[in-house]
């Protein structure tokens, strides 16, 4: 199954949301994302098609498995990448908006490289 970019953003802000929100419904993910609430109707639809998540009869997102091992890929590339990019002087919002676009077409055989490589420099 292939996720494109936009599914991409959507399982990393329900992770982000779900690291500080017990529960997560549609209407959480449109505000988080300043997206319309038909917008968000339909990725979430799209998701779910997709086998990344479930909506229980209330509303409520959950994982299935495999979703939320993309989207916690999803975000650890995002909170490296931004780290990587503050610490040779980008400033925290530019940092982030830039890693946000390197975080979806960045191989993973060059993100792991990048992990590495500041792993080592951390033991230094």
């Known amino acids: 199954m292939s996720l494109k970019e936009s599914g991409e953003m959507y399982l990393e802000s329900i992770y982000v949301l779900k690291q500080s929100k017990q529960s997560v ?19 979430i639809g799209l998701l779910k ?14 994982f299935t498995d495999d979703g939320e091992k993309i989207a916690g890929k999803i975000y650890e590339r995002h909170t490296v990448l931004t780290n990587v990019l503050k610490a040779i002087g980008i400033d925290e919002k530019t940092a982030a908006e830039d890693a946000c676009r390197i975080e979806h077409v960045i191989s993973e055989k060059t993100f792991d490289s990048i992990k590495e490589y500041l792993q080592q420099k951390m033991q230094i």
């Open 25 to 43: 419904r549609s209407i959480d993910v449109a505000e988080y994302m300043n997206f319309t609430k038909p917008s968000v109707s339909r990725a």
């Open 49 to 62: 098609k997709q086998g990344y998540i479930v909506v229980d009869k209330d509303g409520y997102i959950s």
